[in-house]
């Protein structure tokens, strides 16, 4: 089926350790996204690639990278984990225009990440 | 930053009655969009309905339609007879076309009683 497909689903890391959070589409979208939600929290845009090549910082980029491996995959790396980093982590993707014409974005099933 | 307030953390509202969310945002921009998303406790996001700045008229999906008043950058999610599958979160999140990106407000939980 196509769409967004987020691995792991479930990490519990401690303190201090480093993991990635993969992303990959098959929609040929252009523009990749990567959010956390806290509990009971709206998403919080982490950092983002238009196109293939480019990343941006979003609204909360402390902690984090990201790299955009190619169209299909955009990967979020914690480099040093921390109790705060404790999150909902959603991969979405959209081809970028089309979000002025209503195709929105597709997410994926999250990942649920506990920093111990 | 572009601000989205939803006013409303928690709502109730009785089956089969209709239920008005509300969302304001900040954007000079003028050209944006404006989506609704609903999540449910098993955590998915799912798409409800859309609306385009420069649309004339308010959005329509099934139950679903868009209060939309741009001058006052406006737009109330109304959901009309309430079912108790409607349960879950509600984000309103704009599109900002010069920017590339959906930002989202902080959600609004929806109870709907029997």
């Known amino acids: 089926n196509a769409g967004v497909t987020q691995t792991p689903k479930f990490q519990v890391l401690k303190t201090g350790q480093s993991m990635t959070l993969q992303c990959a589409q098959d929609m040929n979208h252009n523009s990749m996204y990567w959010y956390r939600q806290d509990p009971g929290m709206g998403l919080r845009l982490i950092y983002y690639?238009?196109?293939?090549?480019?990343?941006d910082k979003g609204e909360v980029p402390n902690g984090y990278n990201v790299s955009r491996l190619n169209k299909r995959e955009f990967s979020l790396r914690l480099e040093s984990a921390a109790p705060s980093q404790t999150s909902v982590y959603f991969c979405a993707s959209s081809e970028r225009d089309r979000g002025l014409r209503g195709y929105g974005y597709t997410f994926g099933s999250g990942t649920r990440l506990t920093v111990v | 930053a572009q601000k989205i307030t939803q006013t409303q953390p928690g709502m109730f509202v009785q089956e089969k009655e209709a239920v008005t969310l509300d969302c304001t945002y900040d954007t000079s921009d003028p050209s944006y969009g404006l989506f609704w998303y609903k999540q449910p406790s098993s955590g998915e996001m799912i798409f409800l309905i859309y609306q385009g700045s420069y649309d004339q008229q308010n959005a329509t999906e099934g139950r679903y339609s868009l209060n939309f008043q741009k001058a006052r950058k406006s737009a109330n999610l109304v959901i009309s007879a309430s079912q108790l599958g409607d349960s879950a979160m509600y984000f309103c999140a704009p599109f900002y076309g010069n920017t590339g990106k959906l930002i989202f407000g902080q959600g609004t939980t929806l109870q709907v009683k029997p």
């Open positions: 690639s238009a196109s293939e090549g480019t990343t």
